[in-house]
């Protein structure tokens, strides 16, 4: 069960067609989706699932407590031989399910292994003690990227752990054809704006790059409480910049990554990245930071460009790199992209890899 409906619904569909599956989003989600639209496409499916529509109450409710009670009565009575549960949503959910469902057939499913910084020096509280629920309860665990999975086995070195990686994202989305203009080269940087990802890295890189060339511009689209205090400020040139600091909505993302040239992803740390994913998807050339979560899927001048992670004249490098690529160049670098999307993450490759990890569970 699940509440990332956007990622993994194309693998929700398939492996229905492979076990008899039981899918459960607890929680009413908040976005980019509806219960309405999650609940059709199960109908549609013809896929067992618990949607909950609700609403959404404190995780330390007592009516959240009451309600965690009756859907995992529910899930009991499905009688699954492997229980995958991806989001816990409150310590009610973690506690119950390790008292009613036990934990030899559960798998925990874990985005971030390590913890992000989502402002200088501070981490969510919520997050760490989550954490601690999820690891003391459990036995088993599925990772979304090498590079967690590695840095999991070492800390816990007798728990149980798999790493399946992300699937390419959005097909039913990924209906626009790239748009190649005579315009200005367009960076893009997309997703929800934290301290750990870097934006101001981007920023500095691109002032750097601002005194060279006239050729090129900068889109930063995402949301931050703290732009005009923490960003706004370091900018020198602002018609560089197209600045869209809002929530952006899925309808906006084809023709978002259409008209993109190059996907930056300035982070100063990674587990994995869904935007990177959905760059690739899109035929996009990626710009990274140094980043291990980053270089397992990107090869530095071959599927992409490389820069010195929390450098902004090493990111700056590459992107004057990417400025001055010739046609023969990058038509080369996106071969690359299709040949490893194609080794990487055909669906056939990846359901066996669930279907494998439920095995192991289930003996």
């Known amino acids: ?23 459960v989003m607890p929680y009413k989600p908040n976005g980019n989706y509806s219960t309405t639209e999650v609940s059709d496409f199960c109908e549609q499916h013809k896929i067992n699932h618990i949607i909950d529509d609700s609403g959404n ?12 009670i009756k859907l995992i009565s529910k899930i ?5 031989d492997v229980i995958y549960i991806e989001t816990f949503g409150s310590p009610y959910f973690a506690l119950l399910s390790r008292l009613l469902l036990g934990n030899k057939k559960v798998i925990i499913a ?59 994202v959005d097909k039913d989305l990924h209906q626009h054809q790239r748009r190649e203009t005579n315009s200005k080269v367009n ?16 920023i500095k890189a691109a002032n750097i790059l601002a005194n060279k060339y006239p050729s090129f511009k900068v889109t930063i689209a995402g949301n931050t409480k703290v732009w005009q205090e923490e960003y706004q400020p370091l900018i020198e040139e602002q018609s560089v910049f197209d600045l869209k600091i809002r929530f952006i909505t899925k309808d906006e993302l ?31 050339i990626p710009i990274v930071s140094s980043e291990e979560g980053f270089t397992e899927y990107v090869e530095h001048n071959k599927t992409g460009f490389v820069f010195e992670n929390e450098d902004e ?37 990846v359901i066996n890899n669930y279907i494998q990890m439920f095995n192991d569970v289930k003996l």
């Open 254 to 284: 084809p023709d978002l990554f259409a008209e993109a040239n190059y996907f930056v992803a300035p982070y100063r740390e990674v587990t994995q990245s869904g935007p990177l994913l959905r760059a690739y998807n899109y035929d996009i």
């Open 187 to 202: 960076f893009l940087f997309f997703g929800r704006i934290f301290y750990y990802k870097g934006v101001d890295i981007l």
């Open 57 to 68: 109450h404190r995780a330390r409710s007592f009516y959240r407590f009451k309600k965690d």
């Open 313 to 349: 004249n090493s990111l700056a490098t590459e992107m004057e790199k990417a400025l001055l690529l010739d046609n023969f160049e990058k038509e080369k670098i996106l071969s690359n992209i299709d040949e490893f999307k194609k080794a990487e993450f055909d669906m056939k490759n």
């Open 1 to 23: 069960m699940s509440t990332s409906w956007v990622r993994e619904k194309e693998i929700i569909e398939e492996l229905n067609q492979h076990v008899n599956l039981l899918f």
């Open 110 to 168: 874990i985005m971030d292994f390590k913890l992000h910084q989502r402002s200088i020096g501070s981490f969510k509280i919520s997050e760490k003690f989550y954490r601690y629920v999820q690891i003391s309860f459990f036995k088993y665990f599925q990772f979304f990227s090498y590079t967690q999975n590695k840095l999991f086995k070492k800390e816990y070195p007798k728990k149980k752990s798999f790493a399946i990686r992300l699937f390419l």
């Open 76 to 80: 009991k009575k499905f009688k699954a």
